[in-house]
């Protein structure tokens, strides 16, 4: 055996020759010596002497510190292979592992469908995986939750690329229109003290050109860090030409159709944004009662959650009716009051008006309105149709003027009397006071309701009459809903079905006009016809769309009969929603609406990866315009995976600091550096010190380097259907880790295979494999079918606990330990067949895992030696382990190996109870209830040995093993005796024993006593207690265990 190896069996060796140790202590005696001296003779400057010690140690532990850190430093040219001949450092290095092979993948085209030569074109559809990325706003950096996207899109890809498909992945960018305005305004005016209106909008959207070309490489440049399997050639912006021309198309067309139309209606507006946003941007915030929340603009929080009572006389007439509001506010805009004709109590409103308080000239009709709940508040309902989707059918239904008293910018309009200019907040405190000094006001109680939150700003959604463009999708809904009842589409997990068929069966026309200046301006003109008056906004007849204004005006004059020089045409200033650009990408990244060769072979797709919550936002919306627009489904499968939340199950929040940037992970970053990253964020000065309370918390120490191989793994492993990630990061750690036992474990492998291993071509069994061969084989043909299986389903820990199992608990813990004899042993024969097994578990294990773990698997493959000179370059595009004949499944000898493993672990039981040290050996015997047992024992005795570090081993048939040992039954078969006779003294380790028990005893007695007295409870801070609490529990168990070995070594006596 090489001394290579024996070095790497023995761990860290024997100690060092004694002369090196006497050499060492003289040093030390010297070095003593010459300090003892120099305090003598310079007493004063004693503590100087110490500060400077101190301060010379500290460099010292950098230095070794910076002697772990290992780097790839041999000269390798961008997109040139990294060299692997050179020698495998003595520990795994995430850096120096992930170095030069991503360029080189690229360079090679391994990403590429067309990667060898490959036609495309002549490939039926299930020979092609295609998938595009959900576009990553441009506004940043990403986070865990697009880290947990692209491990699980790169594992589905690099698996399906591995069982021989042509992948294509096409990756890109969302120009994000609210998102990255609101960064670039805030931007602007931190830097300028200037708004976007100060600069107009052109130099704003230059603007925002100029910061997406300087910020948006960050999203690229992480992509590729975390090992994404992108094809970089086709990478798309929604914002590029060819993708700008795809929308202005699709808008086209859909208002041709009749799909797009537009209207004035009720919608959500963001004071904040100043624009409309659709539904399901909206947030929901319930809340019980009497509640103050904090409103972007305001000072102080606002009150929601009463519903505010006051009186409105009845015209001609000495009585009054009392409505009740949760917006008092709105009271300056109404113009009904509504009452259920069924309702006894106000048959004398039938036909009356009230007047308005405020407004001298408004006398407000009582209207009877089936709708009204003559339960809720009073039974008499103020109507104000400008400010309220329910009041707004109802104004609708009864021909009620719509008087908007709110402006774009939250302020009360100009005919408001004294209210007018407030804010829409101030002017509730002020409509009450009004209200209660005209002797009005009738009370205040609290009130359960819901507060619509705008899900970008966190403004209060404020209800406003737009004319805006809709898409009517009633039809594409249907459609939709028919393609998933019929199986056409399939979404997973099955508990969205539910959720897709509800939304879509109640959908309303999506409202895609965005008040905003950055985004894909509406292709939508307004007709002036010379000499006629202007016609209203919301005549059809009068809008016209083409992809130039040119375009726009010759379909105008061929519509409307007139010449083009007497029209003139006026673009709308809206853009579309950002969502309706992202609707398009899975056809528009490929060139339509041209019949590009992209578009006929990669459209459609095969999987739509992403996250269950933009299901309605972006997923429905895909399906809907991909059957109106090109008559076919974008994709056939749909995955939805969990959110990622922190350790504790919050969302993830800049404003909390639990949101992590993937990077921070793989190169791990200090708790300063962490909180520093807040001041990038936009956040206020009361929001920074939130966050950096709770970074502190959870990272006291920063986040270590974990390494992209570990993170990327962690994420698959967490990837459960159906249930939310709470993903604590420090446990990645724990995969790095695991990455170590990996590179120990090939290092080892390779040493023992040596330089001049040749493994058999083609893989192939001789028959003379020994049992534990077998049982890893076994093992391995295991994992391979779970994995196969954990990928296929979308039930990624099936695969992730299957491969970790393998390598940590089955070859590493296990096998590599029952070969180091076969290794350091005679039998050559023996030796070359467990070598070729061994080799066959690395390579098979390595391209199992290669999806999850792509860097480290391709650092150790490379350094693998092959069966053939034809293999494939990289790992990339080596053929996944499928079941093959060559690796059987032998569950009889596994239940086995499980056997002889129960009787290893209680063998290491009863030692670790004994307290023996790991180098002295024991007399083993095991009892056996019958010859079969006792048969299949005698097979693996050999490996009891060698994982239980016996000195001998006696198998047992209903014969009782000699006295003096200590026993363990395993099964109802077979019972394990260690022989301690001898090995422990007896009395010597019952008196440490019990001289531990008598102090613990105290130890609780004294927490007992204390918690016994009068005043704990109130005295004693809840911490405390709990912590106490603990200490008891703890001691009293390790009491008991004490107190059962005392009772094992009497048995011994």
Not at 372 to 394: C, L, Q, R, W
Not at 413 to 437: E, S, W, Y
Not at 555 to 582: N, P, R
Not at 656 to 676: F, R, T, Y
Request: hydrophobic fraction near 35%; proline fraction near 5%.
């Amino acid at each position: 055996m090489s001394d290579a190896v024996n070095g790497l069996l023995a761990g860290n060796g024997d100690q060092k020759p004694k002369s090196e140790k006497e050499l060492k202590k003289e040093a030390q005696k010297l070095a003593k010596l010459e300090k003892f001296k120099a305090k003598e003779s310079k007493k004063q400057e004693d503590q100087k002497n110490k500060s400077t010690d101190a301060v010379k140690e500290k460099p010292k532990k950098k230095e070794i510190k910076d002697r772990q850190v290992i780097t790839y430093d041999v000269p390798t040219e961008k997109g040139a292979k990294k060299d692997t001949k050179c020698a495998m450092p003595d520990a795994y290095n995430p850096g120096y592992v992930e170095a030069a092979w991503y360029d080189w993948w690229v360079q090679e085209g391994f990403f590429k469908p067309e990667y060898g030569g490959r036609d495309v074109a002549s490939l039926k559809y299930e020979d092609k995986f295609v998938i595009v990325i959900p576009p990553p706003n441009v506004t940043g950096s990403l986070h865990l939750g697009h880290g947990l996207t692209s491990a699980v899109q790169d594992c589905i890809v690099r698996w399906q690329r591995m069982k021989g498909k042509a992948v294509l992945w096409v990756p890109g960018c969302d120009h994000a229109g609210i998102a990255t305005q609101v960064v670039v305004e805030k931007i602007l005016w931190r830097d300028h003290k200037k708004s976007r209106h100060d600069l107009g909008r052109d130099a704003f959207v230059d603007e925002i050109w100029k910061w997406k070309n300087e910020k948006g490489h960050r999203i690229y440049d992480q992509l590729q860090k975390l090992g994404g399997s992108y094809d970089w050639d086709r990478v798309s912006f929604t914002m590029d030409a060819k993708l700008y021309k795809a929308v202005t198309e699709a808008f086209c067309r859909l208002h041709e159709m009749g799909l797009i139309y537009r209207s004035v209606r009720l919608v959500n507006w963001s004071c904040t944004l100043r624009s409309a946003i659709s539904d399901i941007e909206v947030d929901k915030k319930e809340i019980e009662g009497r509640t103050f929340l904090s409103v972007p603009g305001y000072d102080q929080k606002v009150e929601f959650g009463v519903l505010v009572s006051f009186a409105y006389k009845v015209c001609d007439s000495d009585k009054e009716v009392v409505v009740a509001t949760t917006r008092v506010e709105t009271m300056l805009g109404d113009t009904g009051v509504a009452v259920h004709p069924d309702d006894a109590r106000y048959k004398y409103l039938h036909g009356k008006f009230v007047q308005h308080p405020f407004v001298e000239s408004r006398k407000i009709p009582v209207v009877l309105d089936e709708f009204v709940d003559m339960n809720f508040g009073t039974g008499a309902v103020k109507i104000t149709p400008a400010h309220d989707s329910n009041d707004y059918e109802v104004g609708k239904r009864f021909n009620l003027p719509f008087i908007t008293i709110i402006d774009d910018n939250g302020l009360i309009t100009g005919d408001c009397g004294p209210f007018t200019g407030m804010k829409r907040f101030d002017a509730r405190k002020a409509v009450l006071q009004a209200l209660k000094d005209k002797g009005l006001y009738r009370g205040t109680k609290d009130n359960p309701m819901v507060i619509p939150m705008c899900s970008r700003s966190k403004d209060v959604i404020e209800p406003l009459l737009k004319p805006q463009w809709y898409v009517n999708v009633k039809e594409m809904s249907a459609r939709s809903v028919d393609a998933l009842r019929k199986g056409e589409l399939n979404i997973i997990p099955e508990m969205f079905h539910k959720t897709w068929y509800s939304w879509l069966e109640n959908s309303r026309d999506w409202c895609i006009s965005r008040q905003l200046w950055w985004g894909h301006r509406i292709p939508a003109y307004f007709v002036q016809v010379a000499g006629q008056p202007r016609a209203q906004d919301i005549d059809g007849n009068y809008w016209v769309t083409g992809h130039t204004e040119e375009e726009a005006k010759n379909k105008a004059a061929a519509k409307l009969g007139i010449d083009a020089s007497k029209l003139t045409l006026t673009q709308d200033e809206d853009v579309l929603d950002t969502w309706f650009s992202s609707a398009l990408f899975p056809f528009s990244v490929f060139g339509w609406p041209d019949q590009t060769d992209d578009l006929k072979l990669y459209y459609p797709g095969t999987l739509l990866e992403t996250g269950h919550d933009i299901i309605f936002f972006w997923v429905a919306r895909m399906v809907m315009l991909g059957l109106t627009l090109l008559d076919k489904l974008p994709f056939r499968d749909v995955y939805l995976h969990a959110l990622v939340r922190d350790a504790h199950g919050r969302k993830m929040s800049k404003s909390l600091g639990n949101v992590i940037d993937p990077l921070d992970v793989i190169h791990g970053i200090e708790l300063q550096g962490l909180q520093a990253k807040l001041y990038e964020n936009n956040l206020d000065e009361k929001e920074i010190e939130v966050a950096m309370r709770g970074q502190k918390a959870d990272y006291p120490n920063g986040i270590p380097e974990c390494g992209v191989d570990a993170l990327r793994f962690a994420l698959v492993s967490y990837t459960s259907q159906g249930r939310d990630i709470n993903l604590d990061v420090l446990r990645v750690q724990g995969y790095r880790f695991f990455c170590n036992k990996l590179w120990n474990a090939t290092k080892f492998a390779l040493v023992s295979l040596g330089s001049n291993f040749r493994p058999y071509h083609p893989l192939q069994l001789t028959g003379k494999e020994s049992l534990m061969d077998q049982w890893i084989l076994s093992r391995l043909s295991q994992a391979v079918k779970l994995c196969n299986q954990g990928i296929e389903t979308f039930d990624f820990p099936i695969c992730t606990s299957a491969i970790y199992s393998f390598w940590l608990y089955e070859l590493c813990d296990w096998f590599l330990e029952c070969l180091k004899p076969v290794i350091g042993g005679q039998n050559e024969d023996a030796k070359i067949v467990s070598l070729n097994v061994l080799f066959t578990c690395l390579d098979v294990g390595l391209r199992l895992l290669h999806p999850m773990m792509p860097f480290l698997t391709e650092e150790l493959f490379q350094r693998l030696p092959r069966r053939s000179e034809n293999s494939p370059p990289s790992i990339c595009v080596t053929p996944y382990p499928e079941d093959e004949k060559a690796i059987p499944h032998n569950p009889a000898l596994e239940a086995d190996v499980e056997f002889v493993q129960n009787i290893v672990k209680s063998i290491r039981s009863i030692r670790s109870d004994y307290m023996l040290l790991p180098k002295t050996q024991v007399e083993v015997y095991l009892k056996c209830s019958d010859n079969e047992t006792a048969q299949t024992l005698n097979q693996f005795k050999d490996v009891i040995t060698a994982m239980a570090n016996t000195s001998s081993i006696s198998v047992l048939i209903n014969t009782d093993p000699p006295q003096g040992c200590a026993m363990s039954t395993v099964s109802a078969k077979c019972e394990t005796h260690l022989m301690l006779k001898g090995q422990i003294d007896i009395t010597k380790e019952k008196v440490k024993l019990e001289t531990k028990k008598e102090t613990l005893n105290k130890q609780l007695t004294k927490l007992i006593e204390a918690a016994a007295s009068p005043d704990y409870l109130t005295k004693v801070p809840e911490k405390v207690r709990t912590d106490n609490a603990e200490k008891v529990a703890a001691l009293t168990t390790e009491i008991q265990t004490i107190t059962n070995g005392i009772e094992t070594l009497l048995k011994l006596e």
